[in-house]
């Protein structure tokens, strides 16, 4: 069965900071790996996604994610955080055939300082 | 582009009384997705649906849920009778499956229910 690990509850940082939030996921063959983000009172917003090919993928509002499978990863980074990143952030992974659905880890909560 | 729609957004009701919530998917989306999100439990799967038939319902906690998907635009998640421990925000999502497999899903914004 899949399952993701996002080790950390919760993310303090000053604003202009670099950021990395951890992802680390289990699945037996080559997985979809997602990043959502959900600001308070929101739903979930894709920000990005990993299917194949360039193991560094690009997303929305300067997010970027690596994933590397020999340490079964999808860590997301952001150079230079923002005060209105401010947020919960969601890792999931996703399956092939019939069993269509995402797998998601517990979230992140991301606070940034002034 | 309109996103997944729910209504209501929010719904405050007593115990008992039936509770019934509605998705419109992202049209030319043939998967649907229900999720209740709390402080306590987090982000669950309850049900899903592809090309309107249900795949999984094993996530549903109880048979006071349930939920249908009558037509490709419109799927309702009903609890009854409802219970003050089935307050949460409840989400549907949609996506475009190929070959059954998974791509991103498109959140709506939630409906919060509230049962007093």
């Known amino acids: 069965a899949q399952s993701v690990t996002q080790p950390d509850i919760h993310i303090t940082v000053s604003e202009g900071a670099s950021l990395e939030l951890r992802c680390n996921y289990s699945y037996g063959a080559t997985p979809y790996l997602f990043w959502y983000v959900q600001s308070p009172g929101q739903g979930l917003q894709l920000l990005l996604k990993?299917?194949?090919?360039?193991?560094l993928v690009q997303g929305i509002k300067g997010f970027e994610a690596e994933f590397k499978r020999s340490q079964s990863s999808f860590n997301l980074r952001k150079p230079s955080v923002h005060w209105s990143d401010a947020a919960e952030y969601f890792c999931?992974?996703?399956?092939?055939?019939?069993?269509?659905?995402?797998?998601f880890g517990t979230g992140t909560r991301l606070q940034v300082t002034l | 582009d309109a996103g997944v729609i729910q209504s209501p957004r929010h719904e405050v009701t007593e115990m008992g009384q039936e509770v019934t919530l509605r998705c419109k998917p992202i049209?030319?989306?043939?998967?649907l997705f229900w999720y209740r999100q709390t402080m306590m439990r987090g982000l669950e799967l309850l049900i899903y649906?592809?090309?309107?038939?249900?795949?999984?319902d094993s996530g549903m906690p109880e048979d006071r849920f349930s939920a249908k998907m009558p037509n490709a635009s419109f799927s309702t998640l009903k609890i009854q009778p409802s219970e003050p421990r089935d307050s949460a925000v409840y989400f549907c999502?949609?996506?475009?499956?190929?070959?059954?497999?998974?791509?991103?899903?498109?959140f709506g914004p939630g409906t919060r229910l509230t049962v007093t």
């Open positions: 999931a992974v996703g399956s092939t055939g019939t069993a269509s659905k995402l797998t």
């Open positions: 049209s030319g989306h043939n998967s």
């Open positions: 649906f592809n090309n309107n038939v249900p795949i999984d």
């Open positions: 990993y299917f194949s090919g360039d193991t």
């Open positions: 999502a949609s996506s475009l499956a190929h070959g059954g497999t998974a791509y991103e899903q498109y």
